[in-house]
Structures are given as C-alpha cells and as structure tokens.
C-alpha cells in the first residue's frame, strides 16, 4: 500500500523560504515521477512541479526560478524548496505519485504580507 506524508509546511513572511518534503513508502519510488501541486482556497489545484526518475525537471510558470524540486531515492523522498515566497503562494501542498496516480494529505503553507 502506497503512503505518502507531507511535511514542512508553515506560516513565513513575504519573501521567505520554506522546504516541503514528502516522504514515500510502499512504492517504487526510484521509478516513480514525482510531482508537487497546490490548491488555494476557491482555486482548483495545479501543477506546480515534477521530477522524472531520471531527475528531469518542470515548472509552472509563477514558481521558474524561485522554486526547486529535488528527490533522494535514498530516503525515497522528494522535496520542494520555495525561496521569495510570495501571498499567492499560499495554499495546501499535494505531492503525487505518477506511477500509483496516489495523493498525499497535503501541507499548508501560508504566506503573510
């Protein structure tokens, strides 16, 4: 049974940075292209970035440049680093499994101005 748990989510300031990670198991996550994906409230949610097994790499257009995906097959875990956090920014974090069309609870992050 695939699992996958979110985590590092918070409240920061406008301009901030903040690390999610989310951690897999159950899964062939070596395998697996990995994505990450947010909702705001009343928004339907979109893609914000995935990584392929191979490490390649796609972002949507407001995060190019501020935010880094990244993965550890080791620890079977992938990240999301978000630096110049912005209030649109704010919203719960998804991350998904490609291979096991599987979501995780989410993280809330919440930007301030």
């Known amino acids: 049974q695939v699992e996958l748990v979110e985590s590092g989510g918070g409240l920061v300031q406008a301009g901030g940075s903040l690390r999610l990670s989310c951690a897999a198991s159950?899964?062939?996550?070596?395998?697996?292209?990995m994505g990450w994906y947010r909702q705001a409230p009343g928004k339907q949610r979109e893609l914000v970035a995935v990584?392929?097994?191979?490490?390649?790499?796609n972002y949507a257009d407001p995060v190019k440049g501020r935010f880094t995906i990244s993965r550890d097959n080791a620890k079977s875990t992938v990240y999301l680093q978000m630096n110049s956090l912005k209030p649109e920014d704010t919203a719960v974090y998804y991350c998904?499994?490609?291979?096991?069309?599987?979501w995780g609870r989410g993280t809330q992050v919440t930007v301030s101005s």
């Open positions: 998904k499994s490609r291979v096991y069309n599987y």
């Open positions: 159950g899964s062939v996550f070596g395998a697996d292209t």
């Open positions: 990584i392929t097994a191979g490490g390649i790499t």
